[in-house]
């Protein structure tokens, strides 16, 4: 049955893509109220160490290290708009991509209604963007990005693509420019690799805020979001294990049923002429003990010349460790284990990148881009399977294709 | 020799850009201004913000990707190349925000559209813009 779905998944990709592409079937975009569009990358990338995986965000159960690999970055994505009336409209979108059970089984990521009552007015329901970049909603679209990948350090930690729920944003014009703010709420459909296993996050409440200032070539954000876990991780035997032990504290701390999860963020984009440059900062709070409190931040800045857009870019995610003790002997099973999960999601680096992207054709980037990540040997959660020899350091070399149709 | 093509070249290519005639904006008489902000047509144009002073919906015409006129229009407004302007859109378009703008096979049908509905706008060469028509904005060159 679900190799059938399966196939039924793929052949329905497949169709969309080749209508998409085929001239004839939707050659007059103005007369035709239904559009067909696609997305892709792809990649490959290596890394210099061999003592650990880099991924692209937390949702990778694998990721890469010192042999070329094309698993992180490729994808192929179809999207359907339909403009049923001069204020409705029906999406849907399709992606195949590495996933977090490793198969790249196509997923629904947008499937809503939106209605446009007035210019001024959006009110969309359905399976909608998680809103955390500032320049798009969607992350996985790499040739509206300039560097190959969103960055890991900003972004990594943010394993949500799409909510089921609504949002209503207000655009209004003040000062010489544009405020916009929009309110969404929702819950997560998603499933995350967790350690250990999958995390199934299903039926997470998400909530949040996002204001947006336009001015001339400039854009700022301030941003929240939060969303309350609706199931534990499942670190069964241990919970029960150390509560026999009187460690309720710890027993506690390993908890994420019910548990917050805040994220505030300010960012800022400066995109005049040839010259772009965009900064973000970010805070996250965990009510649960299972996840380090972190802060992050980047600044990108890229300058065109002709074709060719050279890049640079530094990115920064730290987080606070908790200090929960289970008061247990230092040598016990139980202690070290449990002090293995807090020290799993622990972060500390800096990563620096050099990049250019090439625009080859009107719809087909081609990237080239380094990235230094330095950091300490502490620094595990934003990687997958680090092994004991792992120092903090590593070098990823991505080469990457990007294309829209 | 090859000097001699360049020379050429340069010599054909000359008259063309003297005879470029000014980018313009173009409304419909009915849709209640007479003006535009390079702020007003910059929102339209990238779909920030399509509410005219008039209350009407703005609705922006674009030409194809091979019209000369498309990248100028793009370059003078925003200081933008075409591969800048497909990357913008493919950011909304694949979020499932605004939709680019309406797409006008030439410029000759960009005028016919703009006259047909109250909330058109499209850019055109000045000679372009006739009577059914009203210039709102003129891109600086």
Known sequence: ?405 | MRAFISLLILFLALPLSAAAADLVLIANPKAGIAHLTQDDVTNIYLGRYRRLTSGVTAEPIDLPNESEFKARFYRQLVSKSLPEINAYWSRLIFAGKTQPPQLAGSAEEAVRMVARRPGALAYVERPHADARVVVVFELAN
């Open chain 1, 1 to 405: 049955m679900r190799h059938f779905a399966r196939l039924w998944s793929l052949a329905i990709v497949a169709t969309f893509a080749l209508a998409g592409v085929t001239p004839s079937a939707f050659a007059d975009e103005a007369e035709s109220s239904l559009r067909l569009r696609g997305f892709g990358t792809l990649g490959t990338a290596r890394s210099s160490s061999n003592q650990t995986e880099f991924i692209r965000d937390l949702s990778q159960p694998q990721g890469i290290s010192n042999h070329w690999s094309s698993r992180i970055d490729s994808l192929l994505g179809v999207q359907a708009n339909w403009q049923a009336t001069d204020e409705l409209e029906l999406v849907g979108q399709v992606v195949s991509r590495y996933r977090y059970d490793k198969s790249r089984d196509p997923e629904l990521m947008w499937a809503f209604a939106k209605w446009e009552p007035d210019a001024r007015v959006s009110l969309r329901g359905g399976r909608i963007g998680a809103d955390f970049m500032m320049a798009a909603d969607s992350r996985l679209v790499g040739y509206s990005h300039l560097a190959a990948r969103p960055s890991p350090d900003y972004f990594g930690p943010l394993f949500f693509s799409y909510i089921d729920g609504v949002d209503a944003s207000l655009t209004l014009p003040l000062g010489s420019g544009l405020v916009r703010g929009k309110l969404f709420a929702g819950a997560t459909p998603e499933k995350t690799s967790g350690t250990p296993g999958i995390w199934d996050t299903d039926g997470s409440p998400v909530s949040g805020i996002v204001l947006d200032y336009l001015l001339g070539p400039w854009q700022f954000r301030a941003n929240m979001a939060q969303v309350r876990f609706a199931s534990d991780i499942q670190f069964a035997p241990l919970p029960g294990a150390l509560r026999l032990y009187g460690a309720n504290t710890a027993a506690d701390a390993l908890v994420s049923d019910g548990k917050t999860a805040r994220f505030y963020s300010l960012g800022v984009i400066y995109d005049q002429g040839p010259l772009q440059v965009q900064g973000m900062l970010n805070t996250i709070d965990h009510e649960s003990g299972v996840f380090q409190n972190s802060h992050a931040g980047y600044v990108l800045a890229g300058y065109r010349l002709d074709t060719i857009t050279p890049y640079v870019g530094v990115s920064w995610w730290k987080t606070r460790s908790r200090n929960i003790s289970t008061g247990l002997p230092a040598d016990s099973v139980l202690d070290m284990t449990f002090n293995a999960i807090m020290a799993a999601s622990a972060v500390d680096q800096t990563t620096y990148t050099v990049g250019a992207r090439w625009d080859v054709y009107a719809n087909l980037a081609l990237k080239a881009q380094w990235d230094a990540i330095r950091g300490t040997a502490a620094s595990v959660f934003p990687f997958q399977h680090s092994k004991a020899g792992w120092n903090g350091r590593t070098d990823v070399v991505s080469f990457i294709a990007d294309f829209v149709f």
